[in-house]
């Protein structure tokens, strides 16, 4: 069964709302999540790290007021895509290393669109 | 920097066909390299990983070798069923818990 949980799966919203991802990890503790975005037809680009207890890590390129992320506990993590706008939509994913730094789990995903 | 090439899709086969899809790398130091699979609508599923040069990382009929000389981890099946039917992605990665570098994904569509 799935060991990363991702809400919603699918969420339309109005251009100029905010939406917000959350990921929890199930049965365990995860200290660091990751959250990457999706184009069609292209791969996975990491937007940012997530750390319990601190300030997230951006990669270069993302914008932190656009994008924020909150790791409100060691199971849970969410993404808020503030004032949204169609450029915006697009597949969200989170992943959270494995108990004693295992493979990464991905949860199912998150599919936004913005009208 | 570090990144991961994987061959341009679509691929189309048909059932039972021999399939390989190409993945090169480029990396600073000695990563551990990953095949992750993605079927229609959902997240990414981990398909298949190897740790250090020459490993072989197999699962499903699936099979992989990390190839420290060529710089290469390419995804291997000898014979492919319509439920193959996803985007691969190969992947890189250094640390235990890391993040991870991925390529573009290549689409295989198995036909009946």
């Known amino acids: 069964g799935a060991v990363v949980s991702q809400h919603p799966s699918r969420v339309i919203c109005k251009s100029g709302t905010s939406v917000k991802i959350e990921c929890r990890s199930l049965?365990?503790?995860?200290?660091?999540m990751f959250w990457y975005r999706q184009f069609p037809k292209q791969s996975l680009m990491l937007m940012a790290t997530?750390?319990?207890?601190?300030?997230?890590?951006?990669e270069q390129g993302v914008e932190k007021d656009k994008f924020l992320i909150n790791h409100a506990s060691l199971t849970l993590s969410t993404l808020t895509v503030t004032s949204a706008h169609p450029e915006d939509s697009s597949f969200y994913i989170c992943?959270?290393?494995?108990?004693?730094?295992?493979?990464?789990?991905f949860g199912n995903g998150t599919r936004l669109t913005v009208t | 920097g570090d990144s991961v090439t994987q061959m341009e899709g679509p691929v189309t086969l048909s059932e039972e066909a021999f399939l390989t899809i190409n993945c090169t790398y480029t990396?600073?130091?000695?990563?551990?390299l990953f095949w992750y699979v993605q079927y229609p609508g959902e997240g990414l599923q981990l398909l298949l990983k190897?740790?250090?040069?020459?490993d072989k990382g197999s699962n499903k009929g699936f099979e992989a070798t990390y190839r420290k000389e060529t710089t290469s981890f390419h995804l291997e099946k000898g014979s492919v069923q319509v439920s193959d039917s996803a985007v691969y992605f190969c992947?890189?990665?250094?640390?235990?818990?890391?993040?991870?570098?991925f390529g573009q994904g290549t689409e295989l569509s198995v036909k009946p």
């Open positions: 992943s959270a290393p494995g108990q004693f730094g295992g493979p990464l789990h």
């Open positions: 049965d365990f503790q995860a200290t660091t």
């Open positions: 997530s750390n319990e207890g601190s300030k997230a890590t951006y």
């Open positions: 990396a600073t130091g000695y990563p551990s």
């Open positions: 190897a740790t250090k040069a020459d």
């Open positions: 992947a890189l990665r250094y640390n235990q818990g890391g993040k991870l570098i």
